[in-house]
């Protein structure tokens, strides 16, 4: 690693600026070396997600047919994305028979300026906003804040984000990197500025900060003539948008103001007001592991002397095609943002949200983001290898993506760039290339395998190893060569020795390996019969095989 | 009953006390062992770093030598599941034997769950990720386990977490993979076992790696814990 990129990380902090967002961040790896050092946030991380791991298995293990809900989401989702362009018209017909007004948007910039001119038309200087990913993801408030609107966050912990200056980084308790202590510092310092201030005698108790917030919220609520919202799901069927929330400071937005904006990715779509049913259980269960959601708030279009007389729907595409044409990645466009997978993830539950550079961390981020933007940026080309493809994100997930196999994909899609540009040799692809050759024959195998027995002693002494594999020798000790390897024991074995023995003393085995000493003592072994070609008598079918080959191997030369 | 013995490249490289303690148990219930000695690598390093290509000519070089076996076995959940789960995404077509991890050949079809082992000494187990998320071996090496004689097993905490191991991840996002090291093997060490035993060689290098290195950073540390292959325990006696 270089001490540049690291410098350049802590010119940026730990946690990236909104706006600056993610620009100045390195790649993954560099990041989470960053992060790791964080004790605070590496403490904050593991409490919160091993609280949240716990009551999840809790909540779904009480659904008797929680695979079969969870193969019902999937295949309602898989539907859906199969036939996007016509339930995507649906919804636009329904919607705006209801009298909401449908804008469709290509990318964020488009989205942005739709936002922007609807706030702009209605000479506000501020807007409330629902929690949305939506509106991170095209960073809306800074497009707002471009135009001289300032876009206030309303849910609690966006607010502690907001007001603390730094991002999101977890889709549903997006201040998880901050402790309580933090955020009555945070609440004491930044309130003032935009609002009411803090109580003089606010102090880290649960109940103290959400009563601070919820004083400093309500001036806004009240003042607010236009919110922004994103929405969880979107009926084709009846043009009705959906947004669940566990605070009902979301409903405050969507029920008080004049003028609702509501900017909704394109696979939120579902085709049935009935499809519901599987979503509110399987989506509040793996993310905040209640069993009912608390606040559930549906509307359809405008409902006249009730709520916001003026409502607009923004479908963001946004790379979503892209990632809908890519045959095995399009499941990730499944995905309820309900970020079970994010708790579950050991790698996210050691560097945090903010590692991944994106609004979209943790493994669902890590498919997602290479989907909606491709691998050219060496950002994205980082995330499909921030994973030790351990499954557990693909358990947990409520909708079936299937992530590691995702991530093995776009690995190859990384590659495959990577290679595309010229350059000195990558010595990762040389590896790749010589260990596929060294495969491709269990002949070359056992001579590479005997020349490092010839090392052992020299490779026992490592301490250090320079380059890529230096990875390794940061934090363990090299694994001992042995003397001989498991073919040349078992051509031995099958030309006389006795294997059982050897063997049968296994528990003497497990003494020897503690004094290697001892064994690098032993004469060396004979060449056998086998490795001169001549099949020993017991093993005829793979000595056979083996002798095939070495014929082969012989002709190649 | 016949057996093809794939040892795995891991195991027949680095750990060839792990492919021995598996002969000794196999033929110990009176199974014959064959090891075709053409066999190299199941592909799953080169197809998890995101070079398939390479992946499926492994995947047909193990169909091909596998081609007449009754039964694979292998030391190796991750490898079982690599050729179960994957092989067909980067070799289409390539014809699998019918293979199994060892405690699932052990448990389902010799339907042997007392191997006649004795391990005198107190163990935790790691269930490893691809053994218990991608083939499902569930408890089975627990009570594989359980029937050895003298052998005191003790509960992992968060045993479900990644040791952090990840083939190339280990290398390739090396901090983020020492630190899932370091957090298991504090784990393990706070179970008082003697061994830490598991499925997988590449795990247990991984974990072996982490606790040699701790290991060494003092000079007698107060009790040093053991990495161990199933394997091992279950040929001991």
Redesign the interface.
């Known amino acids: 690693m270089s001490s540049r990129q690291l410098s350049r990380t802590d010119h940026v902090g730990l946690h990236p600026k909104p706006g600056e967002a993610f620009l100045g961040m390195p790649p ?2 560099q990041a ?2 960053v992060a ?1 050092g964080d004790d605070q946030l590496r403490r904050n991380l593991g409490h919160a997600t091993s609280t949240i791991r716990t009551k999840r298995l809790r909540a779904v293990g009480e659904v008797p047919d929680w695979e079969e809900l969870r193969l019902a989401g999937a295949s309602i989702k898989d539907h859906t994305l199969a036939n996007l362009d016509r339930y995507l018209i649906e919804f636009e017909a329904a919607a705006t028979a209801a009298g909401a007004t449908v804008h469709w948007a290509a990318d964020a910039e488009e989205a942005c300026a739709i936002g922007v001119a609807i706030a702009r038309s209605h000479n506000t200087s501020e807007v409330v906003k629902v929690k949305s990913m939506a509106t991170q993801e095209i960073e809306l408030n800074e497009a707002l804040a471009a135009a001289g609107i300032d876009a206030w966050e309303t849910d609690l912990a966006e607010l502690i984000v907001q007001l603390g200056g730094d991002t999101p980084s977890h889709f549903l308790v997006p201040a998880i990197h901050r402790n309580r202590n933090e955020i009555a510092d945070i609440f004491r310092d930044r309130m003032a500025e935009v609002g009411r201030p803090a109580p003089d005698d606010l102090t880290a108790e649960p109940r103290r900060l959400a009563e601070a917030a919820r004083l400093h919220l309500r001036e806004k609520f009240l003042r607010a003539k236009v919110a922004f919202s994103g929405a969880n799901f979107a009926v084709a069927e009846t043009g009705t948008l959906v947004v669940v929330e566990s605070e009902g400071n979301g409903r405050m937005c969507l029920t008080l103001p004049e003028v609702l904006v509501s900017v909704v990715g394109i696979e939120k779509i579902v085709p049935s007001f009935a499809d519901l049913e599987v979503f509110l259980q399987l989506l509040p269960r793996s993310s905040t592991a209640e069993r009912m959601n608390p606040y559930t708030t549906m509307w359809t279009g405008v409902t006249p002397g009730d709520g916001p007389q003026e409502v607009h729907v923004i479908l963001l595409d946004n790379g979503r095609t892209r990632a809908l044409a890519d045959r095995v990645g399009r499941q990730a466009l499944r995905c309820i943002r309900c970020s079970a997978c994010l708790n579950v993830c ?2 996210y539950e ?2 945090g949200g903010h590692a991944y550079g994106s609004v979209y961390p943790g493994p669902i981020g890590a498919i997602l983001n290479p989907l909606l933007h491709g691998v050219s940026d060496p950002h994205d080309a980082a995330l ?9 994100c ?2 947990a997930c409520p909708v079936a993506i299937d992530i590691p ?1 995702v991530l ?1 994909e776009q ?6 760039e990577k290679a595309g540009h010229p350059g000195p040799p990558d010595p ?1 692809r040389l590896g ?2 010589a ?2 050759w ?5 002949q070359r ?1 056992n001579r590479l ?1 005997r020349l ?1 027995a010839r090392f052992r002693g020299v490779a026992s002494r490592i301490r250090w190893l320079p380059g ?5 020798t ?9 003397q ?4 040349r ?3 031995e074995r099958g030309s006389g020795r006795s ?2 023995d ?3 003393a ?2 003497d ?2 003494d020897q ?2 004094s290697s000493s001892e064994r690098s003592q032993r004469p060396p072994q004979r060449r056998s019969s ?1 490795e001169q070609g001549q099949p020993p008598p017991q ?1 005829r ?3 056979e ?2 002798e ?2 070495e014929t082969s191997e012989e002709t190649e030369q | 009953m016949r057996v093809s013995l794939f040892i795995t490249c891991l195991a027949d490289t680095l750990f060839p006390d792990v492919g021995r303690a598996t002969v000794a148990v196999l033929e110990r219930l009176g199974c014959t062992v064959d090891f075709p000695e053409a066999q190299t690598c199941c592909g799953q390093m080169h197809m998890n770093t995101g070079y398939p290509a390479i992946a499926g000519d492994l995947v047909r070089g193990f169909a091909q030598t596998f081609a007449d076996a009754e039964a694979v076995v292998m030391p190796s959940g991750s490898c079982a599941a690599m050729l179960r789960h994957h092989a067909h995404n980067v070799a289409p077509g390539a014809a699998v034997p019918p293979l199994y991890e060892l405690s699932e050949f052990l448990v389902d079809v010799l339907g042997v769950t007392d191997v006649g082992a004795r391990f005198p000494h107190t163990v935790t187990y790691h269930p490893t990720c691809h053994s218990s998320r991608l083939l499902g071996v569930g408890d089975r090496p627990y009570r594989l386990l359980q029937h050895v004689e003298g052998l005191n097993l003790v509960e992992l905490p968060a045993a479900e977490q990644c040791c952090g191991f990840g083939g190339t991840f280990a290398i390739k996002n090396a901090d983020t993979s020492g630190a899932m090291g370091v957090d298991k093997i504090r784990s393990a060490r706070s179970t008082g076992a003697d061994y830490l035993c598991a499925s997988d060689a590449s795990c247990l290098m991984h974990m072996k790696g982490v606790i040699d290195k701790e290991d060494r950073g003092h000079r007698s540390p107060a009790r040093s814990l053991r990495t161990v292959h199933l394997a091992e325990i279950l040929a001991s006696r």
Request: net charge positive.
């Open positions: 993954f790896p989470a070396h790791l050991p790698v050691r560097v499909p290898f921030a994973s030790s493809l351990c499954g557990a693909y358990e196999t093995i690995r190859a899609e990384a590659v495959r990762e790749m290339q260990a596929g060294a495969f491709g024959k269990a195998l395998q490092a890529l594999l230096g990875g390794w940061r934090y363990r000790a090299m694994p001992e060569i042995p001989e390897s498991f073919r024991w078992w051509s294997g059982l050897t063997v049968d296994s528990a085995l497990l390996r503690r086998t093993r079918s793979s000595s095989r083996s095939r080959v």
